[in-house]
């Protein structure tokens, strides 16, 4: 099976309330000084744009933002792991552990295409018991651009896989516009989900061309895979 599939995390494999709200902004406090009015719709964004985004609009410098990334990544990290449920099973989006159980029987090697940094991506899926589905992927901890993330994806399942992938067989699935730049842009295929603020038209008017409503029917998720 020379095809790889990467999943989106957040309101793609699971949704957790108000998880940018808990996590970031207790971080901005604290790394940066900065209280902010942090929207519950990041959209796609990864976190180190996050973090450009919200203390640019809090009046910090470009340089001033950069200086303190390390420890800004540090400390969101910690906070995730202390604030956020030890328990994310029932976060997990209808339909996604059958599907995810179906591809791996059937031989496909998938792999995450987050904005979520790398730590935090692993840290979820040990807590919604989805350890060992995963073998690579791309993350918000290699780059500021989601657009960036399917070739740091795609060299990182090479490694791991030890063979040529081509961008035509690498699926990227996600929720948001953000989601279908990315696999638009460096040429992979893309089917999109509805499990999150966007809706089919939304996704559609950014050029994606298959929206499933959400994961839930597998016989007819796996037919859209093998099709594309
Ligand atoms: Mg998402």
Same mark, same amino acid.
């Given at each position: 099976m020379n095809k790889i599939i990467l999943f989106d995390v957040d309101c793609t494999l699971m949704d957790i309330p108000g998880l940018g709200k808990r996590t970031f902004p207790p971080m901005f406090r604290e790394v940066y000084g900065k209280d902010t009015d942090f929207?519950?719709?990041?959209?796609?964004?990864a976190d180190q744009a996050i973090v450009y985004k919200y203390m640019t609009l809090a009046g910090l410098t470009k340089e001033e933002i950069e200086a303190k990334m390390q420890e800004a990544i540090r400390v969101l990290i910690e906070v995730f792991k202390r604030d956020i449920?030890?328990?994310?099973?029932?976060f997990i989006l209808p339909g996604v552990r059958e599907l995810l159980k179906k591809l791996k029987d059937d031989g496909y090697r998938l792999g995450l295409l987050t904005g979520n940094l790398e730590d935090i991506a692993w840290e979820k899926m040990r807590r919604a018991n989805l350890? &060992?589905? %995963?073998e690579f992927g791309g993350f918000g901890s290699d780059a500021v651009e989601r657009d960036d993330l399917v070739p740091i994806a795609r060299r990182k399942a090479e490694r791991v896989l030890g063979m040529d992938i081509s961008p035509e067989n690498i699926i990227v699935i996600g929720d948001t516009p953000k989601d279908v730049s990315c696999a638009k842009v460096s040429g992979a295929k893309f089917i999109g989900v509805s499990? &999150?603020? %966007?809706s089919k038209e939304d996704l559609e008017s950014h050029g994606a061309e298959i929206i499933l409503?959400?994961?839930?029917d597998t016989e007819k998720v796996m037919k859209t895979i093998k099709e594309l």
């Open positions: 929207s519950p719709q990041a959209q796609g964004l449920e030890k328990d994310l099973n029932q350890e &060992g589905i %995963f499990t &999150g603020h %966007f409503p959400d994961l839930s």
